[in-house]
């Protein structure tokens, strides 16, 4: 498709080339600044455009991407194409503590808006452009854009640092690392970090000018593409512990508590000292130290009170511990708020296959509020003993703020880290 609309468009004459410049016949129809871009890509390619002619459509794409001030054609385009993510609901993705609460207990949810310190240089593969370092974009919107696959990459690296002796940490985080070579049966697993693109507000142009070492003097200059410095995008990260389900309560909160406070620790790393972007270690891909609109969720959890003796002649207390755990382990495992109370027939109503079937009518057989003779449960259901309260299955901790540092990012994950532990000792 891309490759027909430039056919109906070509520039392959110094008068195609003039009317492109001045958007004039053919060309006047071709109203949108990335389109005028692409075609301005096939300047290049036709050897009839003289380097004196190629300077005068270069400075046209410069009028599209720069201004001294005011707002250039693309960033007018920038701005509607942000708007329109924003009415289909995709420009930011949900990560509310009532979301949260949708996914596996310990889940949580990372967001704030990030302030470019540096110009932000990523690469591109589009086929036609008129110099070989475009900005990354999004495909559909035109949006200059981090993807996210470049967050985890950028990421990893920094993580390394922080973890430096943790391998497994990372591997648990980001998932294994690709082998050199062929990977055995099983290797990749997904990590548990999912990152969001970012989609920036502004696009701008630099020009680079590389110096001989023996004369000083610039040797070939060349347009680089960049998100300048200023810009603010969103920065949007979900954890899932997916694959722990099982895993004693005490055990699975340390292990999250943990995560929580090499998240923070990474992102810091990532965002103020290593940078996220191509050419780093020229200064490229720094943020501010503030951050705005912070949110941090986590769909948090205490320990179930799954059943309690009416009268101690009842207790069990050798059996219900055991039973107890393998109930959570069953409600982890299977993403449920709680046991069902279900009968024969509610049970055969469900969308539930015969393996997991089976399994919970084993569990409810052993239940003590289940009377097998009569097929139906008995009591109201979650009992607590004289003097007690009953807990909820989950508990949400939640930390936001307008404005905060990378420092105040790394305390208030000590902070949500603190309070998971803390229940841990309660127990």
């Given at each position: 498709m891309s490759y027909d609309w430039h056919a109906s468009f070509q520039v392959n004459s110094k008068t195609r080339a003039d009317s492109l410049s001045r958007r004039e016949d053919l060309y006047a129809q071709v109203r949108d600044p990335y389109a005028q871009i692409k075609l301005l890509g096939q300047i290049p390619m036709q050897p009839l455009v003289s380097s004196e002619r190629w300077a005068k459509e270069r400075a046209h794409y410069r009028k599209l991407v720069h201004a001294a001030q005011g707002a250039t054609p693309y960033q007018v385009l920038v701005k509607s194409e942000q708007e329109r993510l924003r009415r289909l609901g995709i420009y930011e993705p949900d990560l509310s503590i009532e979301a949260l609460s949708l996914l596996p207990a310990g889940s949580f949810g990372l967001q704030f808006r990030v302030i470019l310190e540096e110009p932000l240089c990523t690469k591109d593969d589009a086929a036609f452009y008129p110099h070989d370092n475009p900005v990354r974009k999004e495909w559909a919107f035109r949006l200059p854009m981090m993807?996210?696959?470049?967050?985890?990459?950028?990421?990893?690296?920094?993580?390394?640092?922080?973890?430096?002796?943790?391998?497994?940490?990372?591997?648990?985080?980001?998932?294994?690392?690709?082998?050199?070579?062929?990977?055995?049966?099983?290797?990749?697993?997904?990590?548990?970090?999912?990152?969001?693109?970012?989609?920036?507000?502004?696009?701008?142009?630099?020009?680079?000018?590389?110096?001989?070492?023996?004369?000083?003097?610039?040797?070939?200059?060349?347009?680089?593409?960049?998100?300048?410095?200023?810009?603010e995008g969103t920065f949007s990260l979900l954890y899932v512990p997916y694959d722990q389900a099982g895993l004693p309560l005490g055990l699975y909160?340390?292990?999250?508590?943990?995560?929580?406070?090499?998240?923070?620790?990474?992102?810091?790393?990532?965002?103020?000292?290593?940078?996220?972007?191509?050419?780093?270690?020229?200064?490229?891909?720094?943020?501010?130290?503030?951050?705005?609109?912070?949110?941090?969720?986590?769909?948090?959890?205490?320990?179930?009170?799954?059943?309690a003796p009416s009268t101690p002649a009842e207790a069990k207390a050798d059996q219900r511990p055991a039973l107890e755990a393998m109930i959570d382990e069953f409600v982890t495992k299977n993403y449920l708020d709680a046991f069902p109370r279900w009968n024969d027939q509610e049970l055969a109503a469900s969308d539930w296959g015969k393996k997991r079937q089976s399994s919970y009518k084993r569990l409810r057989q052993e239940h003590p509020d289940w009377d097998e003779g009569e097929r139906a449960w008995r009591g109201p259901g979650l009992q607590v003993e004289e003097g007690e309260q009953a807990q909820p299955d989950w508990e949400p901790l939640e930390e936001k703020a307008a404005r905060l540092s990378f420092d105040d990012l790394v305390n208030t994950a000590s902070r949500l880290a603190a309070a998971l532990r803390e229940e841990v000792l309660d127990e």
């Open positions: 993807p996210g696959s470049g967050w985890k990459g950028n990421f990893r690296a920094a993580l390394r640092q922080v973890a430096e002796h943790q391998a497994e940490e990372l591997t648990l985080l980001l998932g294994p690392e690709r082998p050199q070579g062929s990977a055995p049966a099983g290797y990749f697993r997904a990590g548990r970090l999912h990152f969001f693109p970012t989609y920036w507000d502004k696009l701008d142009l630099e020009i680079l000018n590389p110096h001989s070492r023996d004369t000083g003097g610039g040797l070939d200059p060349f347009n680089l593409e960049v998100v300048p410095a200023g810009s909160r340390e292990e999250i508590a943990r995560h929580l406070e090499l998240t923070a620790g990474g992102l810091q790393a990532m965002f103020q000292t290593l940078g996220f972007s191509a050419k780093r270690t020229s200064g490229f891909g720094l943020a501010q130290a503030e951050l705005l609109s912070f949110h941090w969720g986590v769909h948090a959890f205490r320990e179930r009170r799954l059943f």
